[in-house]
């Protein structure tokens, strides 16, 4: 599963700028990292781990603001078409869940 954080948060005060690097310092610290400008993604091993994550996310949201958190399966995640300019690019691969017997 892949949790995907879009957000698109006010930056006119001093206030407004603080509660964005918040909420980015936040999001980097559970694991996330920058898809695109505004856009995080972290991996998680199950339904169960994203709906914990994503809870985790809402505890930490700032109260201004708009954000969306969306969950998505590995091969939903994969059937993105990714470019940079006009070059088709493939994202890497998620990670290998580890199994302990």
């Known amino acids: 599963m892949w949790l995907i954080v879009f957000f698109d948060l006010p930056t006119e005060t001093k206030k407004d700028r603080k509660a964005y690097a918040k ?10 990292t920058m898809y695109q400008f505004s856009v995080y993604i972290r991996h998680c091993a199950s339904k169960e781990n994203a709906e914990v994550h994503s809870k985790r996310v809402k505890l930490f949201l700032p109260s201004r603001g708009k954000t969306s958190i969306m ?31």
């Open 71 to 101: 969950c998505v399966t590995d091969k939903q995640f994969a059937s993105i078409d990714l470019y940079y300019g006009t070059y088709k690019k493939s994202y890497n691969n998620p990670p290998e869940q580890l199994e302990l017997f």
């Open 23 to 32: 909420f980015r310092k936040d999001l980097i610290n559970d694991g996330f």
